[in-house]
């Protein structure tokens, strides 16, 4: 019940606890009438500014500045009545007030002058500076269009007072001043502090990390602007105070190419729609989203169904006339209020901006929404190389492709899509299923085109190659053996066999692809195994029909020596070397199975069946001069070297590969021989040789356009290589394009997706991009909702998650997720000592986030699972956490209890050393004693608590030079009491003298410095 001050004042400051939002608006609205009933100007006034306070972050700003005038009537009435913080609030509100006037189109020019007036009166009045008057003078030129350098000067040039905007704020109002002159480069210096956390506040750095992404772009920062989007969308989404950003955030996705992740967070967003208390804002939210929105509707998928104001469905077309003729009658109303086009002519050159990059920015996160878009970018790729011109004739296109496929070139892909798309239209438009049909077909093909059947035949072998590229193994199988009766049914013995060949090996591609993708995908140490449970999981292996296999390579032989005696039938060189690589195909991936783990002398019944196979293709290849062919053979062998550990020989054989291709002209064959040697660098510790080959594999697929080249997986490689080299932001680069690339292959790599993801979080938390990596591992659990990620994968992505959240500071939120994790644990029948390490881990965060009940009862779980599946460290650290906020947060009554959690810490480690004899623990106990020093302390009780922290500095002397910089810390704590509680000044002194010669001679210079400081505090 609200009827005492007291009452009020108190929901006053639980409703100031809450986040910005709906809530805590309409709770504001009903405490000022609350206060009302009291005749009382300290809780009218709190509740008032309260109330202002919330509509400024609710995107209510329009609404201020009737609850502004209600609070100057009561400081002109009773300014005494005002507390010290009200009475500062009263002049620093005149700022948003200006603004809110300022941001609505229905208040006059002349309305919004006199306010400045009004507000420069006033702070002459009251002795404060002017400077916070020219800022707002400044606002409205640039707002206007008129005078804006003046102004700018007026403003910039005076010194800061206490009623300034905060530093932050501050130079992202100078940033954006360069950027409306057109200087990026100037802007992003003026940035810099807060772009860096240097300088920030409650709103900064992500307000100028959303204004920021742009200019980052045209600047070629690329690794900057990923990040920015990252962390300023992070702290944006879903918040109406913060439109304007989520609409920068969309602009940025539309312009960076990543259109999918823009529609996403509209759909996230939707609500904005709705905002209406912020015109400025909501104008700028609205352009926004339709640069997006007209940037899809210019590609051509106008009927693309998408999020837009709730109550209705929408496609690109309906919401695009939607945006247009709300946000141009918007700006409308500006330019009439202001007597100027600036605010029209800023829009205008928003919609007018199109995409910055060839290639989409790969952000490390995952847009599910319309997945139609991310395998075809808007953003057109800039054409590497001249490519093989189509000839109209269809003679002269069919033959073309047949002598590009017999090279291997990749162009040849391109001219069977056109063949079979000319030949299946010149079938629908013949008679269907008559004898002219035939003859129209046949004349189609020409006299030098062989017969119609070869066609048909050819086109199925193509149907099956799609179809193995997909993944659809009885599809390919079933379309080669429909080549194979083609082909056979035409007298064409040769190519029915080697299609007959190919579909006894088809299958084997599943095994061959899902191990290349596994390349570069290990498991993120933690709740993760390897493969994601901790066992291997797999179809079961197709069987070799080796009998089969015998008998095409003799009907080969057979058909060989009829051609090489100039009969017939017989069999093509490249139809012969088929059936040999099919064989050499087979036993490779024979010998790969059954090679031990470690790799070491294989079964030597498929060691000499791959001897013999990958010989016979190998000769057979070079005598008939095929260089793709031989090259093949050749990576067969480097591979099998590879697993075997034989690194130095596969690396040469490789690099002869190389080398062959080059020299034969046929470069589009380089890059899985170069991805390969990249791989066998980066296994050797090689590193930067690593980086240089598989970068020349991508450049060359890329160039070459070779749409079935594992593009993720050697991108996840090189993000492997690049890290171990130290070149962070390079692996940072590679992990979120292999992550795209995943996306890209659709729900079935959904879960390489994910691994890669991790691997990219950990590294983003490696390089204290802790924010990034948040963002990274939310998207991770945002497609948890679909399903068919491993339960092992989305436990470890909520563990990291759950610690980075931590690590932020947003405990309330760590403690959500360490509690959802725990709850998937209970479930688990293995790897149980999980269920105590996150239940130590919840309860840390339970406490961090004052959920004490919550926390204790965590704690209670944390110890229990302890006596069954112990993991001291973790629990050694919750106990210790537990004392130490127990005695800040209950001061000299809290020490008991603080003392119970030690001696529970202590008892962890005894245990620990009678069941493990020998194990080092010298850190749970040196910081126990720490921990101790510090409750002490807070009790008054210093002898003691010196006591302890000697204890703590001869237990850290234990951990050798690892301990040195926690030791220095107990040293300064034990010197602090020594000196100032115990009045020990000189033994104080000497303590620290002591502990920061230490330090310098350990190269410790940021500690010494910590120490002499205190000694020099000390002395005075």
Known sequence: MLNSIDAVMTALRENDDRPYGRQRTVTAEELVDAAEQFDDTAVRAMALLELMEAYEYDGERSKSPVVFARVLKLWDADPDGFGEWSQQQVFWRFKWVATSLLGTPDVPLAAIRRWHDEMRSRYRAAGHGLQPYYAQRFHLAAHLGEDVQDAYELWAGRPRTELSDCHACEIRARAVHHLRQGDDATALDVWRPVLGGEATCAEEPYVSHAQALLPLLRQGRLDEARSSHLVGYRFARGKSGLARSVGLHIEFCALSGNEPRGLELLAENRDLFGMTGDPVSRLDFLTGVEVLIAGLARAGHGELTVS????????????????????????????????????????????????????????????????????????????????????????????????????????????????????????????????VEEGVLQGLLGADAGPLGQLRAELAERRAHDALDRGDWVEGTAQLLAAGGLYRREGLVGQALAARTRALVAELVRDDEDDEEDEGTDGVEGVDGADGTGEPVAAPAPVIDWAALDAALARAEELAATSAAGGAPGITDDDYLVVLQCRAYAAHQELVRALPEPPEQPPAEQAARFAAAVTAYREAAAERGSARRLAVARQYRADAAARQGRLDEAAEELRAVVAELEQAGQPWHTPRAYGLLGQVLLQSGESAGAVEALHRALAAAARWADETYPFAATYVMAGHANAQLGDTGAAIRAFSEAASRFDRKGPEAAEDAARTRLQLADLLTGADRTADAVAVLESVLADAATGGLNERVLAQARLDLARGLFALDEDRDAAEEFLRLAAVLEGWTEDLHLRTMVAAEAAVALVHADRWEAAHAARTRALAAHEQWPQPGPVSTMLRQFARLTAQKEGPDGVESALARLAEADAVRERLEREEPGVETWYPRAAVHYERTRVYAVAGRYEEALAEADRAIAAYEEGGEQAETPRAEAVRLAALIEGTDLGRVAAARQRLTTAAERCRAHGLEEAAEILTDLRERLAD
Do not use: Y
């Open 308 to 435: 837009g104001p709730p109550g209705a469905s929408w496609t690109v077309d309906t919401l695009l006339a939607h945006l247009r003729t709300e946000a141009d009658a918007l700006a409308a109303r500006f330019d009439a209020r202001n007597g100027t086009a600036a605010v029209s002519g800023r829009r205008r050159d928003r919609l007018a901006r199109r995409p910055l990059l060839a290639e989409p920015l790969a952000l490390g996160v995952r847009a599910a929404a319309a997945p139609e878009l991310a395998a075809v970018p808007v953003v057109p790729a800039v054409p590497a190389r001249e490519t093989e011109p189509e000839p109209e004739d269809f003679t002269a296109l069919l033959l073309r492709a047949r002598e590009l496929q017999l090279v291997g070139h990749p162009d040849a892909d391109r001219l069977w899509k056109r063949i079979a798309e000319r030949f299946t239209a010149a079938e629908e438009s013949a008679a269907e299923g008559s004898a």
